[in-house]
C-alpha cells in the first residue's frame, strides 16, 4: 500500500501548473498510474479510485491527470488491449479484462458522480471569468478552468457509448442534460456535441429508446447554438449539431415503429400511433432549416430524417411537405460545383478536396433527394404536381440564349438550362409516384367538386404544352426538353392524339443542325458537328422509341 502511495505522490507532488507543464510529462504520468492499475487494481490497490479523487483535489494539474487516467482505463479494457493496436507494455489476459471492467462498472455511480462535481465546479469558476460567447486565449485567467471542462468531456467520450442509461440520467446529476445546456457555450460546445453523438449513437431496444428522447425537452439549448452569428466559424459545430439531431429524430421513429425495428420500410407510409415528445413541432422546424442550408454535406444528414417521417401517416408531417418539395428542388440544382462562385460552392470548397469528392457526393445526395420528392408524392400527388407543374413554367419562361449566341455563350451554365436540367430530374420521379390511372381522364366532378385526378390531369396536360412550345434552336436545351417529355410517356400512352402532336414536334430535330454545321463532308468542308448536337439527335431517336412503345398506333402509316 506504501508502494502504491509513493507512486500516487510522484503525481501529486511531482508536477508543475497545468499551463506549464508539458503535455508528454503528463501523459508519461499517465501511462505510469495506468500500468499500476492494469497490473493490481482491483484486487491489490483497492483504494486506486480513492486515491485518485483525492489527488484531484490537490490542484487544477492533478484533476487533468486523474481525469486522463479515468478516460485511458476503459479504453485500454475495450479497445487497445490485443497485441496488433496495443502501445502499452502490458497484454491484457481474458481474466484481467473482466477483473478491470467489473471494477470500472462498480464504480460508474461514484465515478459520475466525480465528474458531476468537478465538471459543474470548474465550469462555475469559468463562467465567473468569461463572457458566454468569447473566446478563450492561453492567457485568459479562464484558461485553465476551460481546459479540465474539455478534460471531463473528453474523458465522458470514453464512457458514453456503453454505460447503463440509469446511472446517465440520474438526478440531479443527469449528464446528457449538461451536455445539451454547453451547447450555448462557443468554447464547448464541439466537445459537448460529440459526447452527444456517441450517446445517441448507441443502438437501444424498445424499452431504452426513450431515454434517446432527452434532446426533445432541452431543445431551447439546440435552438441557441443554431442561431448563427459568423457562419463560417459556427460552420464545423453546425455539421455536428446535424448529425446529433438527426440521431435522436430518427431514434424517436425507429423506436415507435415495430415495422422498422424489424428492418421493414415500406414502400408506401405507414400508421404512426405512437406519442410526440416534446417541442416536436420546433424541432421540425430546425431539421426543415438543416434542409435548406447552403451546405450540400449538413443537408445530406437532415434527408434521412425526412425519408423516414414522409413514410408515416401522421398529419404532424404533412404542413412540412411543401417545402420539403422546395427544397428539394434546390438541393438537386448542380450549383455547388467546388470550382464555382454561389454560395453553395463556397461549403462545397471546404467540405471537398476534390472534385471526384463532389461529384460523388451529389449524385448520391440527388437520389435520396429523388426518394424524398417520390415518397411525398405518394402521399400528396396534387400537390407535388402542382408544385412542380407552377416551377416548370416559371423555368419554361426564362430567357435562353438567342440563335446568334449559341456560338458564344455556354449555355450549360445558363439559369435557364440548369433549371431545366433538374426539372426533368425532378418529374422523373414525380410522374413514376403518380397512380397511372390519373392518365385516363375520369369523372372530372365528383359531388360538386373537382377531383384530384382532374386536377393532376390539367396540370400535366400545362406542363406537356409548354414543353412542347419551348423553342427548339439549342442543343443542350433540346436534350433537356425531350429529357421532360419522355417522363409522360404513360400519359402519351393514353392520349394518342397528343403522341402525334410529339412526333411532329420530334421529327425535325432527327435531323437537327446548329449554323455552321455539316452532318456530311461538302465542297464547303469536312464534316462539322458538335458533341451536343450528336447528343440531341440521339435522345430524339430515344424518345421516339420509348412513345413508341406506349403508343404504337400513332407510328403506323
Known amino acids: 500500500k506504501q508502494w502504491y502511495q509513493r507512486r500516487v505522490r510522484v503525481v501529486q507532488n511531482g508536477t508543475r501548473d497545468m499551463l506549464v507543464e508539458p503535455k508528454f510529462i503528463k501523459e508519461k504520468l499517465v501511462t505510469l498510474v495506468l500500468e499500476l492499475a492494469k497490473r493490481d487494481w482491483p484486487l491489490r490497490w483497492e483504494n486506486l479510485l480513492n486515491d485518485l479523487i483525492n489527488m484531484a483535489i490537490a490542484g487544477e494539474t492533478q484533476a487533468e491527470i486523474v481525469l486522463m487516467v479515468l478516460g485511458a482505463l476503459p479504453e485500454e479494457v475495450k479497445v487497445y488491449h490485443d497485441t496488433n493496436t496495443t502501445t502499452s507494455t502490458t497484454i491484457l489476459t481474458e481474466q484481467r479484462k473482466k477483473d478491470l471492467m467489473a471494477g470500472i462498472t462498480l464504480a460508474l455511480q461514484t465515478l459520475f458522480g466525480f465528474f458531476y462535481k468537478i465538471l459543474d465546479h470548474q465550469y462555475s469558476r469559468y463562467k465567473e471569468k468569461v463572457v458566454i460567447g468569447c473566446t478563450v486565449t492561453q492567457a485568459h485567467p479562464a484558461k485553465r478552468h476551460l481546459e479540465l471542462c474539455i478534460a471531463i468531456l473528453t474523458t465522458l467520450k470514453a464512457y458514453l457509448e456503453w454505460v447503463p442509461f440509469p446511472i446517465l440520467f440520474e438526478t440531479p446529476t443527469s449528464i446528457p442534460v449538461v451536455l ?14 460529440e459526447c452527444l453523438i456517441l450517446l445517441l ?31 463560417v466559424e459556427d460552420y464545423q459545430f453546425h455539421k455536428r449539431l446535424g448529425q446529433a439531431m438527426t440521431l435522436f429524430g430518427t431514434s424517436h421513429l425507429f423506436t415507435l415503429s415495430p415495422a422498422v425495428i424489424a428492418g421493414k420500410i415500406p414502400s408506401v407510409g405507414i400508421p404512426y400511433s405512437g406519442a410526440l415528445p416534446p417541442n416536436y413541432d420546433e424541432y421540425l422546424k430546425m431539421m426543415l432549416a438543416f434542409m435548406n442550408h447552403p451546405s450540400l454535406l449538413i443537408c445530406s444528414f437532415a434527408v434521412p430524417f425526412w425519408l423516414l417521417a414522409v413514410w408515416f401517416e401522421n398529419p404532424v408531417f404533412t404542413p412540412y411537405f411543401f417545402p420539403l418539395l422546395s427544397a428539394c428542388e434546390q438541393k438537386i440544382l448542380r450549383v455547388g460545383d467546388p470550382r464555382g462562385n454561389s454560395q453553395v460552392s463556397q461549403y462545397s470548397k471546404m467540405d471537398f478536396d476534390l472534385q471526384s469528392e463532389y461529384v460523388t457526393f451529389f449524385a448520391a445526395l440527388r437520389k435520396k433527394c429523388w426518394d424524398l420528392i417520390r415518397s411525398i408524392t405518394k402521399q400528396a400527388p396534387d400537390l407535388s404536381m402542382e408544385f412542380f407543374a407552377n416551377r416548370a413554367l416559371e423555368i419554361l419562361a426564362l430567357p435562353a440564349p438567342q440563335p446568334s449566341e449559341l456560338t458564344t455563350v455556354d449555355t450549360t451554365s445558363t439559369p435557364a438550362f440548369i433549371y431545366l436540367e433538374a426539372l426533368a430530374y425532378i418529374l422523373d420521379s414525380v410522374i413514376n409516384a403518380i397512380p397511372a390511372t390519373v392518365f385516363s381522364l375520369g369523372p372530372p366532378v365528383e359531388e360538386g367538386k373537382v377531383t384530384d385526378r382532374a386536377k393532376i390531369h390539367f396540370l400535366i396536360e400545362q406542363t406537356i404544352k409548354a414543353l412542347l412550345a419551348y423553342p427548339t434552336y439549342n442543343p443542350n436545351m433540346i436534350f433537356q426538353i425531350l429529357e421532360c417529355l419522355i417522363t409522360f410517356s404513360g400519359y402519351f400512352g393514353s392520349h394518342p392524339e397528343a403522341s402525334r402532336v410529339l412526333l411532329e414536334k420530334i421529327s425535325p430535330l432527327l435531323t437537327f443542325l446548329l449554323p455552321n454545321e ?8 469536312p464534316m462539322l458537328i458538335s458533341q451536343a448536337t450528336i447528343d440531341a439527335r440521339t435522345k430524339s431517336i430515344s424518345t421516339i422509341i420509348r412513345i413508341s412503345a406506349h403508343e404504337p398506333q400513332t407510328f403506323v402509316p
Open 518 to 525: 455539316r452532318a456530311f463532308p461538302t465542297a464547303e468542308g
Open 201 to 231: 449513437s448507441r443502438k437501444v431496444t424498445k424499452d431504452q429508446g426513450e431515454f434517446l428522447l432527452f434532446p426533445f425537452s432541452n431543445l431551447q439549448y439546440l435552438a441557441t447554438s443554431m442561431n448563427s452569428t459568423n457562419p
Open 180 to 193: 445539451c445546456s454547453l451547447l450555448v457555450d462557443v468554447n464547448l460546445r464541439m466537445d459537448a456535441c
